[in-house]
């Protein structure tokens, strides 16, 4: 079992800057990829970034040189960076740690952007 822990949501003005950190405890050491989510109201889920074992990363491309995901692994911990944020990335953002078995997700962290 996996248990994730986010962090770092609350309000921010558009063209700042906030992190997003997920803290991953429990059988951690068989996660070979994480993901970051987000849902806001009214809409789908949407996919963000993800990062694998190697480094590998992929963005969303409406964040896509805005979003820079990446992991320490010393410290089971992945980060979403968001720089100059717009007023539609605001949502519930989930991060998620994945085996060759199961996807386990955090309980999300709201992420509000103002203008």
């Known amino acids: 079992q996996v248990q994730l822990v986010e962090s770092g949501g609350g309000l921010v003005q558009t063209g700042g800057s906030l992190r997003l950190s997920c803290v991953a405890s429990?059988?951690?050491?068989?996660?070979?990829?994480n993901e970051w989510y987000r849902q806001a109201p009214g809409k789908q889920r949407e996919l963000v970034a993800t990062?694998?074992?190697?480094?590998?990363?992929t963005y969303a491309d409406s964040v896509k040189g805005r979003f820079t995901i990446s992991r320490d692994n010393a410290k089971n911990t992945v980060y979403l960076q968001m720089d100059s944020p717009k007023s539609e990335d605001t949502a519930v953002y989930y991060c998620?740690?994945?085996?060759?078995?199961?996807?386990?997700w955090g309980q999300g962290t709201q992420v509000t952007v103002s203008s």
């Open positions: 998620t740690a994945s085996n060759y078995v199961n996807k386990y």
């Open positions: 429990g059988t951690t050491f068989r996660i070979n990829r």
């Open positions: 990062i694998d074992t190697g480094g590998t990363t």
